[in-house]
């Protein structure tokens, strides 16, 4: 087996004479030890990287009957306190704006007023414009 160089100081003349399969081997090698060297400084990083990698796998693989079983009561909860939890939070916020005296009515007042609003300003602006070039003419 080859020896663990890190600074790359070997020699042209030696990396020149080894097969391209012994080169191949010592890269091998030595990218499993820059690998092993990194999870061990960073073994939190390892682990989120298994357990992603597990999930990956596991959304790949067909769900048996047995899982189906077993998880459709808890993905049945799970959908049913969704549902309830975004319904609360609707009620909730729409009740808050009727306090607050925003109503949908209100909206559509407000944006219509503003498009009239845009609409008389762009026409003033015309109208400046065609007057001013009128008298320039």
């Known amino acids: ?4 160089d890190p600074d ?6 030696n990396e020149n004479s080894r097969s391209p399969r012994q080169r191949a081997i010592e890269a091998y090698e030595n990218a499993g030890r820059r690998a092993a060297d990194s999870l061990g400084e960073a073994p939190f990083i ?3 990287g298994g357990i992603a990698a597990g999930a990956l796998i596991a959304a790949l693989l067909p769900r ?11 993905a049945r909860r799970l959908r049913d306190s969704a549902r ?9 916020g729409s009740q808050r704006l009727q306090d607050l005296g925003l109503t949908r009515e209100k909206g559509e007042e407000t944006i219509r007023s503003l498009f009239q609003g845009v609409s008389e300003a762009a026409k003033a602006s015309a109208q400046s414009a065609f007057d001013a070039a009128k008298t320039r003419s």
Request: hydrophobic share 35%; aromatic share 4%.
């Open 8 to 13: 790359g100081t070997r020699e042209n003349s």
């Open 46 to 48: 390892a682990l989120a």
């Open 1 to 4: 087996m080859s020896e663990y």
């Open 84 to 92: 309830a939890a975004a319904d609360a939070a609707r009620e909730t």
């Open 64 to 74: 048996t009957e047995a899982e189906t079983r077993a998880v459709r009561p808890t």
